[in-house]
């Protein structure tokens, strides 16, 4: 379980390590571009119940840690769906891998 360390003095956002690696491309891509979004999840198990919001700014001190030693492989259609929510009124929100099915 990954985390998200966000400005001064506020708590850790626990993210599964898969989903926060796709998530740091995205964040990633959107804070060099020098735009201000928001972000959504659900708590993780073992968080209170029910889910949250962060305003995401350029200026904020941002810090992404994983459990994991190796990044993953990256879902090139699960980043461009987050890369969709990202670009909505509503902003990033925290959606399931899309998987790559096999052509037939």
């Known amino acids: 379980?990954?985390?998200?360390?966000?400005?001064?003095?506020?708590?850790?956002?626990?993210?599964?390590?898969?989903?926060?690696?796709?998530?740091?491309?995205?964040?990633?891509?959107?804070?060099?571009?020098?735009?201000?979004?928001?972000?959504?999840?659900?708590?993780?198990?073992?968080?209170?119940?029910?889910r949250s919001t962060i305003w995401l700014h350029p200026s904020i001190p941002l810090r992404f840690t994983f459990d994991d030693v190796e990044a993953p492989q990256l879902n090139l259609k699960w980043i461009e769906q987050l890369m969709h929510t990202a670009g909505s009124t509503a902003g990033i929100q925290l959606v399931d891998e899309v998987l790559e099915t096999p052509a037939e």
Request: charged share 25%; proline share 4%; glycine share 10%.
């Open 1 to 50: 379980m990954g985390t998200i360390q966000y400005g001064a003095g506020t708590e850790p956002v626990h993210i599964e390590d898969r989903a926060l690696a796709h998530l740091k491309v995205v964040i990633a891509t959107k804070l060099r571009r020098n735009e201000s979004f928001t972000l959504s999840w659900k708590h993780a198990e073992g968080d209170p119940v029910g």
